[in-house]
């Protein structure tokens, strides 16, 4: 069965410092989500990704992260300069429509330190 | 803006006992309806959805409906084993987004022999 897979499943990194989190949305789907959970709250929207452009986005989504979609079968997502806050469980999801079932990954857990 | 309130959680239930949770959202015309569940050490997973009022979601022995005059979309289980335990997001997607999910704060449950 196609799943949606993230890596790593878990990165540490120093406060300051850039990440990259890596997804490969299944291989037909065509919309492209980040979502993230800080521990012990709700998942929360962070960007969606259509036709190699960003089509919504949430006031967390500023400046620091970016997403990319750098050779058709992987999604990034990028945190530029990553701060204490930024510590959560970071998924990624496709879709093969707006208006269809998302499939999730299982995650990365990022710790910021 | 849409929002989802779910019960709290841990909810602790002995085994082949009745399950509810309640979900209740505030949106916008006639949002899609959601229940994703978590397992431990997993990512999200689809249980059920409904598009439209009146519509009821199954799966896994899982049912909830669509009910538009109580905003509601309550999970329901009539006898839960061990492997139900997870926890279990109740989400709505807008009419007007990109496939943009709006998650409750989840609920945990727990099943025991």
């Known amino acids: 069965e196609p799943e949606v897979t993230q890596t790593p499943s878990h990165q540490v990194t120093q406060m300051g410092q850039e990440v990259i989190l890596r997804c490969v949305p299944i291989s037909n789907h065509l919309y492209f989500y980040w979502y993230r959970q800080i521990l012990g709250q709700k998942v929360e929207f962070l960007v969606s990704f259509y036709n190699n452009e960003i089509s919504e986005k949430s006031e967390i989504f500023d400046d620091q992260f970016s997403v990319e979609r750098p050779d058709g079968s992987n999604f990034t997502l990028k945190i530029r300069s990553t701060k204490l806050e930024d510590s959560a469980m970071y998924f990624c999801a496709s879709s093969l429509g707006r208006e269809v079932e998302a499939f999730f990954g299982q995650g990365t857990r990022l710790t910021v330190v | 803006g849409d929002s989802v309130t779910q019960m709290e959680g841990p909810v602790t239930l002995s085994e082949e006992a009745f399950l509810t949770i309640n979900c209740t959202y505030t949106?916008?015309?006639?949002?899609?309806l959601f229940w994703y569940v978590q397992y431990p050490g997993e990512g999200l997973q689809l249980l059920l959805k409904a598009t439209k009022a009146d519509d009821k979601g199954s799966n896994k022995g899982f049912e909830a409906t669509y009910r538009k005059e109580t905003t509601s979309f309550h999970l329901e289980k009539g006898s839960v084993q061990v492997s139900d335990s997870a926890v279990y997001f109740c989400a709505l997607r807008g009419l007007d987004s990109w496939g943009k999910l709006q998650f409750g704060a989840g609920t945990q449950v727990v099943v025991t022999p």
């Open positions: 949106a916008t015309g006639y949002p899609s």
